[in-house]
């Protein structure tokens, strides 16, 4: 009955939307290890790390002891344009599976870049505008992060330059033409560019590209130019510090209806989504004032957490980053040429590593073809067509809610769903006419990746 | 200073969402002209109509007097999945085009058909359901109609049966796919399925198709068909009434905050979302109770409005639907294949027609090579990529805001965003490319299409 009371959708008024960004770093007892430098083996200094990326950005980077961090005002006017996303009470879906579970998500696809990707792009922008830089390069992989970039550098008028996957960059000429709409430049990646991306085309001809090896890109560029720095939308301390904003209105979303979660789920790749979205209830855990189980949901084809090993490993293909302590599959690792979406990243953001390693997270991999199969029963149900890589964690919620149906527990499930598959069709044709594969790693494939990768001491 | 209480997105409670559309033929001093039987040349009878359209559908179609007609719970329902839509106060907008106008656009794309369109699709797929029929079929042009369908007959389990402008069929392959996803199936018209599909064919070889052609053929299908009823996402006067609850969310929004628009500006296709949009404001018009200016943007390709012959004429280019008086280029008009987008019917909606005739509401055309700069400047400024159809609005209302800015007038323009562009990157990418055309069709095409349609009379 006081469900009813609940209504589908639960949207924060701009007055309620958060001030601050939540920094879990400043309540973990054993804070993610520091990036070292691969030539020195010592921890990076601010110094070091000015020269890949803006001064702020670097500060925050390092801040592991400030709980709250203001969001400055013109970050928080172009969040009202598109933000507080809403909390919906999967009301249809709960019906359809016949669950007594209470299931939410988080949603955070409305915006043109399609995805949660756009909360750090903004804030990583306006550092740079801030800093009076030119503009700054990145990498995207299935092109969610270099939209949210092109949006974010138009809106403060900075130069935007995306290095996309070679794959993704054929396979979805129209994210590049949204990136174009926004003014970015968009180059395949390896390209013949940077000395990095010549070195792995001469070594790898044939390459369809890696994360990582556009990373190495981005960041040559950045570093070889004048007034550009380097921006990363994902794995980075700094970058779950600003998602940490879907989790701030999320718990306020729900502390307005007096609701408590059981279970917090969000897919994973380098980690933002989630570490984002879990983080204030972590706070809480951490502190010891309430108690949630949190389920990072990852692709089989790409399993860092569940199979990668917890050691320092370099953040890019092509070496030019600091060493992370991270889940890794290896820095050489590229997952199968079947797998769609993102959650391509060989590694683990280091706070999600170390909050992992700790037990403090659970993780659990999904395959491909039982993914799309949640993706479009979470369509056809909920109205909304989700993207590949929230619909890992639909696939978890739906599994952990088919669970309480078997024992009858009401619990709370709360998930991220975060963006929509708009620009993924040519995943779900596949599907679609049933030639859609899955690829699960041997063994002997992740041991030897990481084996090769010299980054791991 | 009122104005900073006004938030960038007003979004109704689900409490206050409207409970019953607006039927504006209810305070129309002159109603629209009825529909006719093409052979009788008399009134279509509901007896008649029921052959093409469920039951509660031709009553809502006939139905000159009832001003509110309640939404039924199911439709409701379905309704709080993706309503309210918010109305956007468009402040970056304003700034950036230094005016004093106050703008604010009502927001239809945040939801997976990415228009305004599912919300009639519902309450036609539920009045089908409740019907007992089998599946309803139906015809798209550049998509979002079908997609939109396609998604409410998931919902109640209808099959769905769609004829998809060939053209877009062939430049939209990903639209296909989505509908797909809610187990649509997608015929590209004209098709052979068809006897009218065959017959235009046969004089048409290398048609690339045209609204009123699929039409033809989804009308030929569901009469054919045992369970089949044959639906139209624009257009009809129902269609017109279920879209009012854009119009009634508006205005309990602005309502809300003591705001008066002067000017309401919306796209015209066939009509829906523009009637849809000032219904209720043009019921106080009507009844005297205040004044507005209400604006129809077309394009320039495609002016029934602003060029065509208010006549009675057949809906579709094979004849086959009955025939409705209404502004009309002919039935056999085709947009030049340059055209982009949606809003490429030949005719107008029998109730907007009406309404420009008695001079209540005014129009205007605009160029598609105008209407994508604007798309692209308000993308750039507000954050989303509109679809092209929904641009001619921006047009229109941008060129509105710069007249205030000469006159230093702060007029407050309220415009219908009906939609997202996620699927016309091919004509944004035509659009950078430089290679994007303007095509005007000359007053003598335009008599000579108006002539040979035998329809007028």
Chains 1, 2 share one sequence.
Not at 412 to 431: H, K, P
């Amino acid at each position: 009955m006081a469900n009813e009371k609940i209504p589908y959708k639960i949207y924060l008024e701009e007055k309620e939307m958060p001030t601050t960004w939540y920094n879990v770093r400043a309540d973990m007892k054993q804070k993610p290890a520091p990036l070292l430098n691969p030539g020195t083996g010592k921890p990076m200094t601010a110094e070091e790390l000015s020269h890949v990326f803006c001064d702020e950005l670097v500060a925050q980077e390092l801040n592991n002891t400030d709980r709250y961090i203001p969001i400055p005002e013109e970050i928080r006017t172009f969040y009202k344009m598109y933000r507080p996303s809403p909390l919906v009470r999967a009301y249809c879906l709960e019906e359809k599976l016949g669950t007594p579970a209470k299931i939410y998500y988080k949603f955070e696809g409305n915006n043109t870049s399609g995805s949660h990707k756009l909360n750090s792009a903004i804030a990583q922008a306006y550092y740079a505008k801030k800093q009076g830089l030119k503009g700054v390069t990145t990498e995207t992989g299935a092109g969610q992060w270099g939209t949210a970039l092109s949006m974010a550098c138009s809106y403060f008028g900075l130069d935007c330059k995306v290095y996309m996957v070679k794959v993704s960059y054929e396979q979805k000429p129209f994210r590049r033409e949204v990136m174009r709409t926004y003014g970015a430049s968009v180059t395949p990646s390896p390209s013949t560019e940077t000395e990095v991306g010549k070195k792995i085309l001469a070594e790898f001809p044939g390459t369809t590209g890696s994360l990582g090896c556009a990373i190495s890109e981005a960041v040559e560029a950045a570093v070889t130019r004048d007034g550009y720095r380097y921006v990363l939308g994902s794995v980075l301390s700094q970058v779950l510090l600003h998602q940490s904003v879907i989790g701030m209105e999320t718990k306020a979303a729900l502390d307005k209806y007096g609701i408590k979660p059981d279970i917090i789920i969000g897919c994973a790749g380098g980690g933002s989504n989630l570490g984002g979205l879990i983080a204030p209830f972590m706070g809480e855990k951490l502190r010891g004032e309430a108690d949630y189980r949190f389920i990072a949901v990852e692709p089989a084809s790409c399993p860092s957490l569940t199979r990668g090993k917890y050691v320092y490993d370099f953040c890019d293909t092509g070496k030019v980053c600091p060493l992370a302590k991270m889940y890794t599959l290896g820095s050489g690792f590229i997952p199968a040429p079947n797998h769609a979406g993102g959650l391509r990243y060989h590694g683990m953001s280091s706070i999600l590593s170390e909050l992992y390693d700790e037990g403090l997270l659970e993780a659990t991999s999904v395959k491909q073809t039982d993914v799309f199969k949640a993706a479009e029963y979470f369509a056809r149900v909920e109205g909304i067509l989700p993207a590949p890589e929230s619909s890992h964690a639909i696939r978890a919620a739906i599994d952990e809610a088919l669970k309480c149906k078997e024992t009858g527990e009401e619990k709370t499930i709360v998930f991220g769903l975060t963006g929509t598959g708009y620009f993924d069709m040519v995943a779900y044709e596949q599907f679609h006419n049933g030639t859609m594969t899955d690829y699960i790693p041997t063994d002997k494939e992740i041991a030897e990746s990481i084996a090769k990768t010299p980054g791991i001491q």
